[in-house]
């Protein structure tokens, strides 16, 4: 069974696995579970798995994506039930199928996060509501500007006991903006403590992501 597509959450103590030993973690589970995965031919044989947009350490995600190929057929509505028996705590298979396109078509997210111990969310909101928010970063040529403001879709910040509460819609790839490269383009009036969820994904056109 080839091209399919897993769907699932990291969240809690997982979130400080990193992303070659989630793909470690991935293939044990697989294994324990009697799940047979497809390898590579060759003198190096490998599985065929691969993770759609790695998460940065800390961060957690509700819509995680696995492509990969089995070397059976599987029933692939039993096959979450199979493979959350053997996943360490806090990581959960939500769905499998079989991928409908390829993984490049992700290319918005929807996040939610905290931010503490900078500027209140009137100064945020604002910042990131700029027709232009030029950000100077290294590229395999050297160092480089963009504007990342087209990639912002949402941005809204509101004060809470807890903290600034974000709400974020981000371009995933090409170009990618992460809720890490927002926070570096404060510069001095960024938080010193933030964290962000991954909540949906979506395609160009803001149809979900599968």
Not at 124 to 143: C, M, N, P
Request: charged share 25%; net charge neutral; proline share 6%.
């Amino acid at each position: 069974m080839d091209k399919l597509r897993l769907k699932f959450s990291k969240t809690g103590r997982a979130v400080y696995i990193s992303h070659l030993d989630l793909m470690r973690t991935m293939q044990r589970v697989f294994s324990r579970a009697g799940v047979p995965l497809k390898y590579s031919e060759g003198f190096n044989p490998h599985a065929k798995i691969s993770i759609i947009l790695p998460l940065t350490v800390g961060t957690a995600s509700l819509c995680e994506y696995m492509d990969f190929a089995l070397a059976e057929d599987r029933d692939l509505a039993a096959l979450p039930e199979t493979l959350n028996a053997y996943m360490p705590e806090g990581i959960r298979a939500l769905e499998a199928y079989e991928a409908p396109g390829k993984g490049a078509e992700l290319r918005w997210l929807r996040l939610e996060g905290v931010l503490k111990g900078g500027r209140d969310g009137a100064f945020y909101t604002d910042f990131f509501a700029q027709s232009s928010i030029l950000v100077e970063h290294r590229a395999k040529r050297g160092l480089r500007t963009d504007d990342i403001a087209p990639s912002v879709k949402l941005a809204k910040f509101t004060d809470t006991p807890d903290g600034v509460a974000a709400e974020l819609v981000l371009h995933a790839q090409e170009p990618t903006v992460s809720p890490e490269l927002m926070m570096a383009v404060l510069g001095d009036d960024g938080p010193t403590y933030y964290k962000f969820t991954r909540l949906e994904a979506f395609k160009e056109d803001m149809t979900p992501f599968r």
